[in-house]
């Protein structure tokens, strides 16, 4: 996996500000860290299927490290030449609410700014999932679809917000 921050990088040091300190650090994952994905999404989200395809434009895939233990992931790809899309995340259950998702989020942000994409986009499920909700809304993201999702019994709302 390739560094891509450390909450001590003076570039990220105010924007990570994680309170798991110079324990957290975000890397860029590759194919082969796959399998430790996968057991990240299923502990979090308790399924087998990960994304419906890896086969993407731009895929990236960002995993946080508590010292050298994964404790979360976040994968997106490019949803159109503006558009980047954050297509799923997640973080351990005993290590969420100490600036993880944040600075996966950020970390994603800044990597996709510099590929030359104009907005950041997510879908999330409000009851299944509040607290992306409450992130998004809280970091500026805007409502800009919803919809209900029979699969999962769940409003799916889409989020964007101009880099
Ligand atoms: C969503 C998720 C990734 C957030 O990760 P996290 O590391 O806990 O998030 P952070 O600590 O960076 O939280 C950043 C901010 O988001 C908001 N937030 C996050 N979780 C929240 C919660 N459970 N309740 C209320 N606000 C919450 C807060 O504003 C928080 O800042 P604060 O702690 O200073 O108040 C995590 O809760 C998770 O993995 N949930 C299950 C899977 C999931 O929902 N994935 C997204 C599907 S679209």
């Known amino acids: 996996m390739e560094i891509i921050t450390h909450s001590t990088d003076s570039l990220f040091s105010t924007r990570l500000s994680s309170s798991l300190g110079d324990h957290l650090t975000i890397a860029e994952a590759q194919a082969d860290d796959l399998p430790e994905i996968a057991l990240l999404n299923d502990e979090i989200f308790q399924e087998e299927r990960i994304i419906n395809s890896f086969d993407r434009d731009d895929l990236l895939m960002l995993v946080a490290l508590y010292d050298d233990e994964p404790i979360g992931f976040k994968i997106g790809y490019r949803e159109n030449r503006f558009v980047f899309y954050s297509a799923k995340g997640g973080v351990k259950e005993q290590f969420r609410r100490q600036g993880v998702g944040?600075?996966?989020?950020?970390?994603?942000?800044?990597?996709?700014?510099?590929?030359?994409?104009?907005?950041?986009?997510?879908?999330t499920f409000p009851n299944m999932h509040p607290a992306m909700t409450i992130?998004?809304?809280?970091?500026?993201?805007?409502?800009?679809?919803?919809?209900?999702?029979?699969a999962y019994h769940d409003f799916r709302i889409r989020f964007e917000k101009k880099l």
């Open 102 to 123: 944040k600075a996966m989020l950020y970390a994603m942000v800044d990597r996709v700014q510099q590929m030359g994409y104009k907005r950041l986009a997510y879908d």
């Open 135 to 150: 992130m998004g809304l809280r970091e500026g993201y805007s409502v800009v679809r919803a919809d209900f999702n029979h």
